[in-house]
C-alpha cells in the first residue's frame, strides 16, 4: 500500500520569505501523480501544484514550485515571497496508475502559518 | 461555474443513529470521492463513485456506504454511529481522478 509522510506538522515562515514542506511516499509504482492541497482555516481545500512522475522537469505555478526525487521518493513544496493569505494547512497526496488501490492518499499535512 | 455543495454543512446525531449526506458535484464531472477529515487520523479516503459506479473503497467498516445517482449527485450513509464517527466530511469532484479534484465545504458530523 502507498504511504505519504509529512514529517513537519507545524512551519512558520516570515512575509516575503521562501518556505519548504517535505513530503516523501512509498510506492513500488513507476507511474503516479503526486500533489499539493493547501486547505485554508474554514476554507475549502485547493490544489496548488501537481506532478507527474514520467516528467523529470519539476512543476511550477507562480510562488510554488516543487523539488521532485523520484529515486528518494520525495516531493517537497517550496514557496516563494510567501504571503499571509499563503496561512494554511498542506496536504501532499499520491494516486498511482488504475488498479485495485486507485485512491488519493494524503499525509497528515503541515500547518504553515506566515507572519507579518 | 458552480462549485462542488454539500448538504448539511452541519449536523448533530446521537449515538445509535444514522446520517445521511449529499454531494453535489461541478457539472460534468463524473467522478465523486469522499474523505473523512479528523484532527488524529487527517484525511482519510472513504469510497469513489464514477458514472454510478464505486471503483474503490477504503479501510471503513460496512456501516458506511455510498452512491452515486445518474446525474452524478453522490450520498453517503452513515449507520449506528458511534463517537468516533465525528468528523468532517469531505466531498470532492473530478472528470477523473488523475484529474484536480475540486473539494466541497465539508459537512461537520457531531456524534453525542
Known amino acids: 500500500a502507498q504511504t505519504v509522510t509529512q514529517s513537519q506538522p507545524e512551519m512558520s515562515v516570515q512575509e516575503a520569505e521562501t518556505v519548504t514542506l517535505s513530503c516523501t511516499y512509498d510506492?513500488?509504482?513507476?507511474?503516479?501523480?503526486l500533489f499539493w492541497y493547501k486547505q485554508p482555516p474554514s476554507r475549502q481545500m485547493i490544489l496548488v501544484i501537481r506532478?507527474?512522475?514520467?516528467?523529470?522537469q519539476n512543476a511550477t505555478e507562480n510562488r510554488f514550485s516543487v523539488n521532485f526525487q523520484k529515486a528518494a521518493k520525495s516531493f517537497s513544496l517550496k514557496i516563494s515571497d510567501s504571503q499571509l493569505g499563503d496561512t494554511a494547512m498542506y496536504f501532499c497526496?499520491?494516486?498511482?496508475?488504475?488498479?485495485?488501490?486507485?485512491?488519493?492518499?494524503f499525509g497528515k499535512g503541515t500547518l504553515l502559518t506566515v507572519n507579518p | 461555474k458552480a462549485g462542488v455543495t454539500q448538504t448539511p454543512r452541519y449536523l448533530i446525531k446521537t449515538r445509535g443513529q444514522q446520517v445521511t449526506l449529499s454531494c453535489s458535484p461541478i457539472?460534468?464531472?463524473?467522478?465523486v470521492s469522499w474523505y473523512q477529515q479528523t484532527p488524529g487520523q487527517g484525511l482519510q479516503f472513504l469510497f469513489e463513485?464514477?458514472?454510478?459506479?464505486?471503483?474503490n473503497k477504503g479501510n471503513f467498516p460496512g456501516r458506511f456506504s455510498g452512491r452515486q445517482f445518474s446525474n452524478s449527485r453522490s450520498e453517503m450513509n452513515v449507520s449506528t454511529l458511534e463517537l468516533g464517527d465525528s468528523a468532517l466530511y469531505l466531498c470532492?469532484?473530478?472528470?477523473?481522478?488523475?484529474?484536480?479534484?475540486?473539494f466541497g465545504p465539508g459537512t461537520r458530523l457531531t456524534v453525542l
Open positions: 497526496a499520491f494516486i498511482g496508475p488504475p488498479g485495485s488501490n486507485y485512491k488519493l492518499t
Open positions: 457539472s460534468g464531472h463524473r467522478s
Open positions: 506532478q507527474e512522475a514520467y516528467k523529470q
Open positions: 510506492t513500488s509504482e513507476n507511474n503516479y501523480y
Open positions: 470532492a469532484s473530478s472528470l477523473g481522478l488523475l484529474n484536480e479534484q475540486f
Open positions: 463513485y464514477f458514472s454510478e459506479t464505486q471503483r
